[in-house]
């Protein structure tokens, strides 16, 4: 009898098949497995070969043996000197005598020294190199005289000269004129500091360079810093109806200085008739086309940012300062510390040139915009106020005051749309200088960009000015001046 088909037991049956195949594959992999990685093959046991050099049957032969050298023979030290001892006397004094000429002929040069021009030279001699010496000499020599400088050290050399004939104050003088040669070019002065406008008697020709800042003039920038202690303060329009100030120092360190601003190209040149280092924040195209152009050593924040910093207190860019001794720092990293002849302005009496007592002056350079300067009789100086309220330094609150004022009247136009000006400074034209409470008409030349800008009163003498501090106020031919 057939069996019913039992399709249970055939699937039953094909798994167990399936898993008992599926281990068997798995165990003979794992033992190929196993074999190779802990029972590795034996190593096979390499092969070493001897060789073994067979002499030849004949020795190499060269081709081309090296030749020998030819050496001289030196003769004995003895047989030299037994032919020197030849020579006839006449000959060997001869032969002295060139040598010794031959040494003293050879000079080392000294290397070159390099100075501006001076119109003052020093030609004092060396020092007398006297050989007498007396030990109870004393040697008075001022407090004025304790400076540095080119000058100062011949000075005391002469003094020193002048207590007696010694060798010990000789050398003194001598020390003194090495160290000062040896300097020259790296100190940051090399005489004692005179202001440009100073009546002091100036000791040396040569002086540390000015430094020239753009500072702002903006409400917004109001009260600016350092002002006060700037020996000459340009004031010029810029665009927008606004003045800038380009304010030189040389005798007073300011500690805060700014707003510093961008440049333009008429403040560039007042720099350079200066011999100043122009200090500013970016500037215009034209500008820097004039920098290159004039030479002039310039420090830009852009660029040479460490001399200065940003304050808290305002916004930017009304909020850039700097320093004089860091600014000077800089210009001494930056190799523009060298000595300079000593500029500035003539100081003295006006003589006898007339003018009319005006003890205030008034200039509106835009209508809300208005600078008054107020006579001082007590003090003869010049208070500056501006839009009626006193002009103060921020630092320390100090006002601003002068000794005299320039006013320079000169042709402005502008030339874009925003609002930049070109200003006539080359040629001539007129102006005023107010000092000691009254106003005398001058007219100011320049003949070229690189020419300084010389004042003359109407019989044709130049200009001089009051020792101190000295403003001056560029405007227009169209700017309203009332004094």
Known sequence: MKQPFNEKRVWSFSLLFSIVINLVLVAVISIYWLSFH???LEEEEPIVIELMEIPAPEQPVSEAPPQEAEVAELSPLKEVEDKKAELPPEVKSEIASEVQQKKEEVKIAKPPVDLPP??????????????????????DVPENMSWQGVEAESTIKGKLEEAGTSTRLSHLAQEGLKKVESTVG?????????????GVEKRSPFTKRPIAVIVENAPAARPQSGLSKADIVYEILAEGGITRFLAIFNSEPAENVGPVRSARPYFILKAAEND??????????????????????????MK???PFW???DRHPPHNLYTSVASLRQEAQRLGYNKPTRVGGFLVG?????????????????????????????????????????PHVDAAGGQAIQCSTIIVQVTEHQVKDEEGRLEIRFVGEGTGWVFRDGKVVPIRWEKSDL??????????????????????????????????
């Open 310 to 312: 940003r304050t808290q």
């Open 349 to 389: 009496d006006l003589g006898n040139p007339g003018g009319d007592s005006a003890p205030r002056l008034e200039i509106s350079y835009t209508a809300d915009y208005k600078v008054e300067f107020v006579y001082l009789p007590d003090k003869n100086v010049y208070r500056r106020l501006i839009n009626g309220a």
């Open 450 to 483: 690189r020419d300084k800008t010389r004042f003359y009163l109407a019989d044709g003498e130049e200009l001089k000015v009051n020792p101190g501090k000295v403003w001056i106020e560029v405007v227009d031919t169209r700017t309203k001046v009332v004094f």
């Open 118 to 139: 001076a119109e003052t030279i020093i030609k004092k001699a060396s020092p007398s190199g006297a050989q007498d010496f007396n030990p109870g000499e004393e040697i």
């Open 186 to 198: 790296e100190t940051l002065a090399t005489g004692e500091l005179s202001p440009p406008t100073s």
């Open 276 to 301: 100043a280092i122009f200090v500013h924040s970016g500037g215009s195209v034209e500008a820097f086309t004039y920098l290159e152009m004039l030479a002039v050593d310039h420090i830009d924040e």
């Open 38 to 40: 802990y029972f590795p």
């Open 304 to 306: 040479n940012f460490q």
